[in-house]
């Protein structure tokens, strides 16, 4: 069974409109995570969360807001969607292992358009 | 903050040969260095990672090398086969307490037959 799962999987949407990618996990995780990844470029981080009801800033909020309305659940609101947005994205959920070790498991990712 | 530097963006081996990825990192105090792989048009997953207080770590044909003086740590793929085609994405942790990890760009690893 898929532990973190991602809706949509891709979406057109039309520039200055709104959209809601979700995030759910199963694998009973504190900490949840939004990454983009865009063409040769690595993940970078959008927003994450370590407990239900709170959102932190990443390396790249600008344009992004984050709701963490429980401990399954993650998602990401583009209130404005930009051109610049279009990219696939990520959603990970890990939690704290023994000695720091934070191995972070990945939703399938949805793909996002902006036109 | 910490910066991680994945110094190949491609790579081709043939098969059964060994591949190296490497990769550097800015913060001393960084102390978990994950791996991650990303087959054609699919999802990340977690493959092997070190912590700072060993050098070497092997999981069947993968091996990490953490050098700490150097602040650098590299995956070894032994044995190469054609499933072993992908993106490898290395990372460190932020040593912050953020437990945010910090990811390399990425390398294409393709192995020939």
């Known amino acids: 069974e898929a532990a973190v799962t991602q809706s949509p999987r891709s979406k057109v949407a039309v520039t200055g409109g709104k959209v809601t990618l979700s995030c759910h996990q199963t694998?009973?995780?504190?900490?949840m995570y939004w990454y983009r990844q865009d063409t040769g470029h690595g993940l970078r981080l959008i927003h994450y969360?370590?407990?239900?009801?709170?959102?932190e800033k990443g390396d790249i909020p600008d344009g992004y807001k984050a709701s963490r309305p429980s401990q399954e659940n993650f998602s990401l609101i583009l209130e404005l969607a930009s051109l610049s947005q279009t990219a696939v994205y990520f959603c990970?959920?890990?939690?704290?292992?023994?000695?720091?070790?934070?191995?972070?498991?990945f939703g399938p990712g949805t793909r996002l358009l902006v036109l | 903050g910490e910066k991680v530097e994945q110094h190949e963006s491609t790579l081709s081996v043939r098969e059964g040969d060994s591949a190296v990825i490497n990769c550097t990192y800015t913060?001393?105090?960084?102390?978990?260095f994950p791996w991650y792989k990303q087959e054609a048009g699919k999802s990340l997953h977690f493959v092997i990672d070190?912590?700072?207080?060993?050098d070497r770590k092997q999981s069947q044909r993968l091996i990490v090398l953490l050098d700490k003086k150097a602040k650098r740590f590299s995956l070894h793929i032994t044995a190469t086969q054609p499933e072993d085609s992908a993106i490898y994405f290395c990372?460190?942790?932020?040593?912050?307490?953020?437990?945010?990890?910090?990811f390399g760009s990425g390398t294409q690893l393709t192995v020939m037959p």
């Open positions: 990970a959920s890990s939690d704290v292992g023994t000695g720091g070790a934070n191995t972070q498991y």
């Open positions: 694998n009973n995780h504190d900490y």
């Open positions: 969360s370590y407990v239900a009801d709170s959102t």
């Open positions: 913060d001393t105090a960084s102390s978990y």
């Open positions: 070190i912590r700072s207080n060993v």
């Open positions: 990372a460190a942790r932020e040593s912050s307490g953020s437990w945010q990890l910090i």
